[in-house]
Structure formats: C-alpha cells, structure tokens
C-alpha cells in the first residue's frame, strides 16, 4: 500500500497539459490506483478504528484444531526461560487442562515467573485441589470478575480471551480453550471441536504481553480509573506500507465493552474488500450494521461466505443464527453449517491477504460486552493459507441455500 501524498483526483486536474499527449498505456486508471494493494489503509485503519498498533516483521502460523494448539502451547512452555502469562476463559481440571498445568508447573520449577489468568465463570468446574497445586508450585493466580456487589452483580462483562505469551518473544491467540472439548474426549459431544488458533512470534507478542498486563491489573480491581485510560499517545505502526515492510503486519485488537472495535475493524474490511469475505464464526447473532456491511458487499460483487455450526453448544444461539439465513441469501451472502461437532473457529480472510484469528464471535456479547482479543494479520502467504483452510472446512459443511434452509437436520 503506498502512501498518496495527495488526493489522485486532485492530482489528475493539477497534471500538466504534456502530459494529456502521454500514451494512453502509460496512464493507470485512477479504479486501479485506489485498488494497489499498497496502499496502507491497514495500519492506519486498524490504529484509527481500533487502537490497536501494528508491527512488521512477524512470523506467523495457523494452528488446526485443539491438539496442534495444545502441543505448541506446551512446547512453548516448555522452553520459556523468564515468563509465561497464560489468560483462559475456559480451564477445565480435565486430561488437557492438566497437561497444560503439568507445563506451567515445570516451568516454576526451572524458575520462570508464571501468572494465570482465568475468568469466573469459564472456570466453573475447577477444583480447589487443581489450583492449589498450580498455587503451590508458585504460580501466580487470579479470577476476573467473580460474583458481587457491583454493576450487573459480577455477572458481565467477562475476560473471554485465549492468550498465551511467553518470555514477551511469542504468543498464541485464536478461539481454543483448555478442556477435553477440543480433543473429542468428552461424553457431552462428539467428534472434537472444530477451532483456530494462530501463533505469532516477534514484535506483535510484546503487544500481546501489554494485553495481558493490562487485564491482569483489572482483574484485581487496580485498573487506571477516569482520564489517565484515555488513549494520549502517537500511534506505532500506523505509518507501515506492506509493499516495503517486511511481513507479516500484525495488529492486535483487544475488544473492550462498548468500544464495538471488532465491529468496525469488519466494517473496515467490508469497504475494502475486492474479491472475498469468508467469516468462521461460533455464535453468530450479528448488528444489522454488520449485516448491512455483509450485504452490501455481495451485493457489490465479493464473494461473501459464512460459515457457522449446524450443532451448537448453546441450542438457542442456532434458533437466532438461522433468523438470519434469508435476509443475508436473498442479497448474496453464501452460507454453510459445518457437520461435525461443534464449529468454536472466530476467524476471517479478506482478499486472502487480511486474516483475523481471535476470540470475538458477532454478537452483542463478544462485540460489545466482553473483553476480547484478536490478532488481525496482512500477510499474503498467510491468508492463502487461511484460505485454503477455510475452502476445506466447507467440503465438511452443508451449504445453506433459500431451498433447503426449512429443512436442515
């Protein structure tokens, strides 16, 4: 993405009268100069609607399913020499919630400092004799938001995030808890959870690190209260140009009640979008302003493709999910119901170059209540293989069309 200096229409009335006598082949049309994929909309945007920062230079990996997140989270563990910080809304006292604590414990044990994050209610089902060993072992430990006598009782908002940073070099993020779900060892479901998460090393991790800092101090009350949590400072990163900076460009964007960032970052992606907008996504119960976003690009011609779960976790979220099949048919929008056991993914590939993995699904909790946080990435080779990944989840779904969607099973 090139940075223009100036308007290109402003540009064209103030070019000089030789230059009309120019050959026509040497003219790029103003349609083409605004579609450069140089241009750097990504960096500014991603700062400008969500004050998230963007770093080049990062290497980046998409994790498939439970199992491959479990074992690089644990190799990354494993080889920590100074910190791990670990947030969780889901942690289960099951078979991978103990391989996990078997980690961090081992870590204390060659003296690295290790904090663990977990949300109240994603925690139910912990037992204390789980925690006091982690406890023991000298992990630091604290729950966000339990139960009391303050706004909503406790109740809302909740730390939905998955986060996994370690030494402040490399992280994982993306929709994977900890629990047996993600591994198809539950009697509950069948078939382990379908979900995405993404690994991210270089600069990008030490914004997931302030991530964390940052909820860690809530979490025990002594967030920055009135004007010192306004955003002051410049932007970092706002300036990157993807044709010259080194990839890929990560933007971290935490999710905060009311700041809508997920929302607008979509929005974002909608206007700029080419060729194609494929969203995976668990709870689907979308604003009609994201609604209207998703329409209008179909109806502009990209190729907009949503993929949700035909077997949901929470039944009534499918009841409000397929509220909206005919609205978003009728103007385009192509849809699919994954068949296995349950699709948890919250993830996006725009123009197979913008790739989102994260904890936001699109309703009013995950864009407007709860604290998340996604990692969105410009990065070509990665969004191919986002792509690719998405194109082979849908050979195992069903597409929804305005014939079949009064009969599904």
Known sequence: MKTNTADPVETERAAPAS????????????????????????????????????????????????????????????????????????????????????ALIRATGRGVAVRLLTDWIGMRGMTSSFMNALKKAGVQHRVFNAPGFRPWLGLVPRDHRKLLVVDSAVGITGGVGIGNEWIG????????????????????????????????????????????????????GAHLDPSNAPPALVGIVEGEPLRLRIARALQMQAISAERSIWIATAYFAPSWSEVEALMGAARDGVDVRILVPSRNDHKWVTFITRRYYRRLLTNGV????WKGAMMHAKTSVVDGRWVRVGSTDFNPLGVAINFELDAVIED???????????????????????KNRKHRR
Do not use: C
């Open 334 to 337: 192509r849809i699919w119901e």
């Open 19 to 102: 230059a009309a006598a120019a050959p026509v082949a040497s003219v790029v049309p103003l349609v083409e100069r605004r579609r450069d994929p140089g241009m750097p909309a990504f960096a500014r945007g991603l700062w400008r609607i969500a004050a998230a920062d963007v770093s080049s230079g990062n290497r980046v990996e998409l994790l498939h399913d439970g199992p491959a997140t479990f074992d690089a989270m644990a190799d990354l563990i494993d080889h920590a020499q100074e910190t791990v910080v670990l947030e969780a809304y889901i942690f289960r006292p099951d078979e991978t919630g103990k391989r996990i604590a078997e």
């Open 380 to 402: 070509a080779e990665l969004g191919a293989q986002a792509e690719a990944m998405f194109l082979d989840d849908l050979e195992h779904s069903r597409e929804i069309t305005m």
């Open 185 to 236: 060892k539950t009697k509950r479901h069948r078939g382990h959870w379908r979900d995405t998460a993404v690994r991210i090393e270089g600069s990008a991790a030490n914004d997931m690190q302030q991530a964390f800092d940052t909820m860690w101090e809530r979490a025990s009350k002594r967030e920055r209260r009135g004007s010192h949590r306004l955003t002051r400072r410049a932007a970092r």
